[in-house]
C-alpha cells in the first residue's frame, strides 16, 4: 500500500541530548487528545523534517484535502483504526485453536474446517470493513497521492468483494462432511493454483481423482490446510497493511486539528514559500504558546487569549538579547519551530512567509546536571562537541542561554569561537543569551543580527 508520509530518514532533528529541547511534544499535547502510541507516532514523524521540496509540496497538498475533507476523513480515519482491533481478535482466536497435530480423525477434519471458517469471517470482517471506507471516499482531490491512495483501496477491495462472493461463501455454506471441488476450482482461478497439485484433481474433471493410494478424506484435508495457509497469509499482508496506513494517518489527523485550532480562533495560517535566502513572514506566532492557549480555551471554554505575532525580515542567524520574561524564547520558537512544521509539510502561523529547506536541526540548551566528574560547563561543551559531529552546510543550529556556570568572558569567549566556526561551515544559528558583550564580536557580519526584546515584548534590529 502507498505510503502518504514520504519519511527521509536521513534527514533528522540532532537528539544528541535525549530530551525534546524544542517541546515538540507540548505543541502535540496541546493541538489534539491522542493516546499516548499516537503522539509518539507523530512526534517521531515530526522529528523527521522533510529535505526535498518536491515532497514537501506532495505532502502540502495532502494535508491540504484532508483540511479541506475533514468529515470524510475523520470517518476514514476512524475505519481503518478498526484493523487494529480485528488484528487482536484473529490473534486471540488463532491462539484458542492451539497445535492441531494432535488431533486425529473427524475431530482434525472438523477443527481445521472450523479454523478455515474463521479466517474466512475475519476475512469478512476487513472486507465489511473496506466498503465502509470506499463510500467514504468523497473527497474534493487535488493532491495525485491521494487519488492514487484511493484507487488502490478500490482495487484491493474489488478483488476482496471478489473472494469473499465466489470462495468464503461457498466454504462457509457447504457442509463439513462433504467435499466441494468448486472451492479449490475457484482458488486455482484466482491465485493461480494448480488444483491437481493440491488435490491430486483432473484440473478439467474437478471431481476426479488422480491419486488412487489417497483417500479422499486426505485429499480434503491436504486442501483445506494449503487454503489456510492461503488466507492465513493474505489475511496477516492486508492486516499489516493497513495497520500501517492507520499509524499514517495519525499524522494527517494532528495536521487537520493543527489547522482547526489555527482557523477556529482566527489566527493566520499558510503554507509558506521555501527556496534559498533568509526567513521572512508576517505575524508569525510560537506555534507552542498558540497550542497551549488553543487548548486552554477549549478546556476552560473562555476565549482565546490573544497571542503575541512577530514580523520578521531578511533573518539569517541571529543573537537575541533581553531581559527575564521579555519573550526571547517564544520569538526563538516562533522562528524554528515554526520553520520546522513548515518542512513536516504542515500549515504554520503566519502570512507571506518564506523559508530556507535545512538539512539537519542541532538544540543545544542549557540545563544539562553534573554528570560523573565533569562540571556544568565541562559537560555542555562535551554536548556540544558532539552534536557538532551532525553540523554541515545548511544546518540550523539553535542554542539557549549556554555556559552560565562560567565566567562571562570565558563565555563569551567560548561562544564567539563556536558560533563564528559554524559561519565558516556555512551553518545558521540562532541564539538566545544573556551575554550582552556577544552581539559586538559579530558587528562585522552582515549575516548574524542582534535582536533585541523589550519588556513590552516588542523587537527591534540593534544596530
Request: hydrophobic share 40%.
Amino acid at each position: 500500500m502507498k505510503s502518504l508520509l514520504f519519511l527521509e530518514d536521513e534527514s533528522k532533528i540532532a537528539k544528541v541530548f535525549e530530551i525534546d529541547e524544542l517541546k515538540i511534544k507540548d505543541v502535540i499535547l496541546g493541538v489534539s487528545y491522542m493516546d499516548t502510541e499516537a503522539r509518539e507516532y507523530v512526534y517521531n514523524v515530526l522529528c523527521k523534517p522533510l529535505k526535498d521540496l518536491e515532497l514537501i509540496k506532495r505532502r502540502q497538498m495532502l494535508v491540504k484535502d484532508f483540511c479541506e475533507n475533514q468529515i470524510p476523513f475523520d470517518k476514514m480515519y476512524r475505519a481503518f483504526k478498526n484493523f487494529v482491533q480485528l488484528r487482536r481478535d484473529i490473534t486471540e482466536k488463532r491462539r484458542r485453536f492451539g497445535n492441531l497435530t494432535r488431533e486425529h480423525g473427524s475431530e482434525l477434519f472438523n477443527r481445521k474446517i472450523d479454523r478455515v471458517k474463521n479466517e474466512i469471517n475475519y476475512f469478512n470482517g476487513i472486507y465489511e470493513s473496506m466498503n465502509e471506507i470506499e463510500k467514504l471516499f468523497t473527497f474534493n482531490i487535488t493532491s495525485p497521492d491521494l487519488q492514487e491512495f484511493i484507487d488502490e483501496i478500490k482495487t484491493v477491495n474489488v478483488y476482496m468483494r471478489k473472494f469473499v462472493n465466489e470462495i468464503g461463501k461457498d466454504l462457509v455454506d457447504c457442509p463439513t462432511e462433504e467435499f466441494n471441488p468448486k472451492v479449490f476450482v475457484e482458488i486455482d482461478h484466482i491465485y493461480d493454483i494448480s488444483v491437481s497439485e493440491i488435490c491430486g484433481m483432473n484440473k478439467e474433471d474437478a471431481a476426479g481423482f488422480k491419486a488412487a493410494d489417497s483417500s479422499a478424506g486426505d485429499l480434503v484435508t491436504i486442501g483445506i490446510d494449503r487454503m489456510y495457509r492461503k488466507i492465513y497469509n493474505i489475511n496477516n499482508y492486508l492486516t499489516t497493511t493497513y495497520i500501517d496506513v492507520a499509524k499514517e494517518l495519525q499524522f494527517y489527523n494532528f495536521a487537520i486539528e493543527l489547522y482547526k485550532g489555527f482557523t477556529t480562533f482566527n489566527i493566520d495560517c499558510t503554507f509558506p514559500e521555501f527556496g534559498d535566502g533568509p526567513i521572512s513572514g508576517r505575524r508569525m506566532h510560537d506555534p507552542l504558546l498558540a497550542a497551549n492557549l488553543i487548548r486552554q480555551s477549549i478546556d476552560m471554554q473562555i476565549e482565546v487569549i490573544k497571542i503575541t505575532h512577530n514580523d520578521v525580515s531578511d533573518l539569517s542567524s541571529c543573537i537575541i538579547t533581553g531581559e527575564n520574561n521579555t519573550g526571547r524564547s517564544t520569538f526563538q520558537r516562533s522562528i524554528v519551530l515554526t520553520n520546522l512544521l513548515a518542512q513536516c509539510g504542515l500549515h504554520v502561523p503566519g502570512v507571506q512567509v518564506h523559508f530556507p529547506i535545512y538539512e539537519s536541526y542541532l538544540f543545544c540548551f542549557a540545563g544539562w546536571e553534573k554528570e560523573d566528574s565533569f562540571g556544568r560547563f565541562e559537560n555542555e561543551v562535551i554536548k556540544i562537541t558532539e552534536a557538532f559531529k551532525y553540523a554541515g552546510k545548511n544546518s540550523l543550529v539553535i542554542t539557549k542561554e549556554l555556559f552560565q556556570s562560567t565566567s562571562y568572558d570565558e563565555a563569551t569567549e567560548s561562544l564567539d569561537t563556536i558560533f563564528k566556526a559554524l559561519l565558516i561551515e556555512n551553518c545558521t544559528f540562532i541564539c538566545v543569551t544573556d551575554l550582552l558583550k556577544l552581539p559586538e564580536r559579530f558587528k562585522g557580519y552582515e549575516q548574524v543580527k542582534h535582536i533585541v526584546l523589550d519588556k513590552e515584548h516588542k523587537i527591534s534590529v540593534a544596530e
